[in-house]
């Protein structure tokens, strides 16, 4: 089905027309502030969308979002949904865009993959804005006393660039001062943290204003506000703060605002995109990056905490191949009927669905199968949900679209209906730091306990005498396994979680724990997508 002009997709939405901005003929910005009757509308019901520990193989969520949207328009439901804009450091690197796949799909895909309506590029001139400020301070006989050895605010870029992890800069300047810096992928920064937490532009420059970006020589925190320059951010971010329109490929309207990574962010798209689409649909799907330990945990302690959100129901999507995977088969030889590999990796679908349980939430299992599951595979999974009491569906959405996913569609509707939510987070943000981050990481991935380095337990005790003993949780974790080793799989026991570094996000209220080898830049494979693009045309 061709896309149709956004005007039209607009329509279904009953936007008013001074509300679009368009950019061309298939994306335009929302101007909330040109629909008078918004905040007074009654909310809809919001369904999170997660996944087991992704793999090779992929899982699906944003196809089964995407999927489930179109589902909902078949069964005659006004649904909506609300994605993150994709980083282009996975588009050129390994992952390739996020756009979900086949008929459950959204577009423009280049555009939206791509540079789409600029929201990254405001974000990368603003964080790096600050950055320069900072330093022609510094250079400008440094009138704040700044120590240029305890300067925390990163550079970033937009890309996979791992030589940028650690740099020195004003090396050759005789008016200099050089000293170490770094760069974080744009998705990674605390600005693309606080862009996707705040409630309004107002509350954005609030919160831009309290990020500490330095330390002076007595070791007094530095912020943004300090160095006078939050305005002019301001300026580069007016437009991105409204959310950006585009339409999956059955012509059914999608918000795509924001971006954070999950695995070193919060993972979730902007609050502003959500809140608006609670008001425009009665159904809202939105989703949280990566498997369920991370996206969807601080989805639900953050995010929800954050914004007032309270979410009805909760889609936890599974493959064959990847439970597979986690049962032990080698990537080569999934193709191949395993029912044995397959019993061995379902441990880790039950851990993901018990610790949502644990937020009170109901949780539907999409299975979302491919051309290479055998009936036999399927069986073995719907009769184990079946077994488990567990709600689940089948879902087709890549090959054959909304059709595909009615049947997930129902199960949500009927989860919806029967009201069975009770949402509650895991930890209340007042209890001591310690005590949040040994809880996810004992209840949410199963380990025996923490062990902190030197550095994270001096940086606790110094976050919590500046007055941070009341911040969310961020931890930094490998997607790839419910350890800090991407190397294990499946739903391991007796291990603990080990943390090197404790950053402080304090625009965000949030402190991030880094643990085992995880960066916030990441780097690219040996063979990128950017070089097997070369065989592609470009136009």
């Not at 502030?33 to 999170?48: F, M, Q, T």
């Not at 088969?329 to 851990?351: H, S, W």
Request: with cysteine; proline share 6%.
């Amino acid at each position: 089905m061709p896309l149709k002009q956004i005007q039209e997709v607009a329509k279904k939405l009953n936007l008013p027309e001074e509300a679009i901005l368009p950019y061309g003929r298939y994306k335009a910005k929302i101007d909330l502030s040109a629909i008078p009757d918004l905040e007074s509308r009654k909310d809809g019901k919001l369904v999170l969308v997660t996944a087991i520990t992704p793999t090779k193989a992929g899982e699906g969520k944003t196809t089964t979002s995407i999927g489930l949207a179109d589902g909902m328009a078949k069964i005659g439901k006004k649904a909506l949904i609300a994605l993150r804009e994709p980083s282009l450091g996975p588009v050129f690197g390994i992952k390739g865009g996020a756009t979900g796949g086949g008929k459950a799909s959204i577009g423009p895909k280049d555009d939206i993959d791509l540079h789409f309506t600029g929201d990254f590029h405001a974000l990368t001139s603003s964080i790096n804005l600050i950055s320069a400020v900072i330093e022609n301070s510094l250079y400008q006989g440094n009138p704040l006393h700044i120590d240029p050895n305890r300067i925390v605010w990163k550079r970033a870029l937009d890309m996979n660039d791992r030589s940028l992890r650690d740099i020195t800069v004003a090396e050759n300047d005789p008016k200099g001062i050089p000293h170490h810096s770094s760069f974080n992928i744009t998705v990674a920064s605390e600005l693309m943290a606080i862009y996707c937490l705040a409630s309004s532009p107002e509350d954005f420059l609030e919160r831009l204003k309290r990020i500490i970006v330095a330390y002076d020589e007595q070791g007094k925190p530095l912020t943004v506000a300090d160095f006078k320059v939050s305005h002019a951010v301001m300026k580069l971010m007016r437009d991105a703060f409204m959310p950006n329109l585009v339409q999956t490929l059955e012509n059914n309207p999608a918000l795509i605002q924001g971006g954070p990574f999950a695995n070193i962010a919060h993972g979730c798209n902007a609050l502003i995109a959500t809140k608006a689409a609670l008001k425009l649909a009665d159904i809202v799907i939105t989703e949280a990056g990566f498997g369920a330990d991370l996206g969807a945990e601080k989805f639900l302690d953050i995010k929800c905490q954050v914004g007032g959100l309270k979410p009805a129901a909760c889609v936890m999507v599974a493959t064959v191949r990847a439970l597979k995977l986690h049962g032990g088969v080698a990537f080569e030889d999934l193709d191949k009927e395993n029912l044995e590999a397959l019993e061995k990796g379902i441990p880790n679908l039950y851990r993901h669905i018990e610790n949502i349980r644990k937020f009170g939430l109901p949780v539907t299992v999409g299975i979302n199968v491919f051309p290479t599951d055998t009936k036999a595979e399927i069986e073995l999974l719907r009769k184990w949900c079946e077994d488990k009491g567990y709600r689940f569906a089948i879902n087709s959405a890549f090959l054959d679209g909304g059709d595909g996913a009615k049947e997930l569609a129902k199960r949500v509707v009927e989860s919806l209906e029967e009201g069975e939510c009770n949402y509650k987070p895991l930890y209340d943000r007042h209890e001591p730091n310690l005590v949040k981050i040994e809880r996810i990481c004992k209840e949410i991935y199963g380990a025996d306990g923490v062990e902190y380095s030197d550095l994270a337990k001096k940086q606790l005790e110094e976050y919590d005498a500046l007055g941070y003993g009341d911040a969310f949780i961020c931890m930094a974790k490998t997607p790839l396994s419910f350890t800090d080793s991407p190397k294990i799989q499946g739903a391991p026991t007796g291990f603990k979680i080990h943390v090197r570094e404790i950053n402080l996000a304090a625009g965000s209220h949030f402190l991030i724990p880094l643990t085992g080898t995880i960066f916030t830049m990441p780097g690219l494979p040996k063979v990128p997508l950017a070089e097997e693009m070369e065989s592609l045309p470009w136009k």
